[in-house]
């Protein structure tokens, strides 16, 4: 398994240009996780779903959306990008049930917006 | 409200000694917390869980404890090394949907 993949790796961006991170996963995990971390802090929750066509706001979805038409994919779309934006952002997959809640991570975009 | 907080934001240690790193937790009410741990420029890595019944756990040179009486969480690497260098993060299990919660985090920086 590959697990949870995240790209682009990388990307600089304009301001109030737009772009779409991809994120995957091939554990057929039903939850899945958008995340920032902006440097020497924790994680935020952007964006969750709990399954396919459904998603709901986390922490700070604001300049953000997301969308869920497959159990396997979660991309992050990012409108007018801002200065603030600029973070790592990390995809995250997780089972439902089976009492097991550990959220297991990809290696994370670096964006930087300038 | 609800938060997960970290003690100590840097600790450095000699190589083979051993680490604790400590996290303190607000919800009384939490059942299960998670240590993970975020090498630089990867992503969060699980390490050890624990859920509230229990008191202790070990893994391999790892263990954790939690004292539910004064909401207190710690991980113990043993004889650390320096491929334990890395910032190491306690989460706060908030179903129904898995989200977690995460602190700020502790870098552990291991001196050779």
């Known amino acids: 398994n590959a697990g949870v993949t995240q790209t682009p790796k990388f990307r600089i961006l304009k301001i109030g240009q737009s772009m779409t991170l991809q994120c995957a996963q091939d554990m057929n995990h039903n939850y899945m996780y958008w995340y920032r971390q902006d440097p020497g802090m924790g994680l935020k929750l952007i964006y969750y779903?709990?399954?396919?066509?459904?998603?709901d706001k986390g922490e700070v979805p604001n300049g953000y959306n997301v969308s869920r038409s497959t159990t396997e994919d979660f991309p992050l779309r990012l409108e007018l990008a801002a200065p603030s934006q600029t973070s790592v952002y990390f995809c995250?997959?997780?089972?439902?049930?089976?009492?097991?809640?550990?959220?297991?991570f990809g290696p994370g975009t670096r964006l930087t917006v300038t | 409200g609800e938060s997960v907080g970290l003690h100590l934001p840097t600790l450095s240690v000699q190589e083979g000694d051993n680490s604790i790193i400590n996290c303190a937790y607000s919800n009384s009410a939490s059942d299960y917390f998670i240590w993970y741990k975020q090498e630089s420029g990867k992503g969060p890595q699980f390490i050890i869980d624990?859920?509230?019944?229990?008191d202790k756990r070990q893994g391999q040179r790892v263990t954790v404890l939690l004292n539910k009486t004064v909401k207190h969480l710690s991980l113990q690497i043993a004889a650390t090394q320096p491929g334990d260098s890395a910032v190491y993060f306690c989460?706060?299990?908030?179903?129904?949907?898995?989200?977690?919660?995460f602190g700020t985090g502790t870098l552990l920086a291991v001196q050779p």
């Open positions: 624990i859920r509230s019944n229990m």
């Open positions: 779903s709990v399954g396919a066509g459904i998603t």
């Open positions: 989460a706060e299990y908030k179903g129904p949907t898995n989200k977690l919660i």
């Open positions: 995250a997959s997780s089972y439902s049930g089976q009492g097991r809640y550990e959220q297991y």
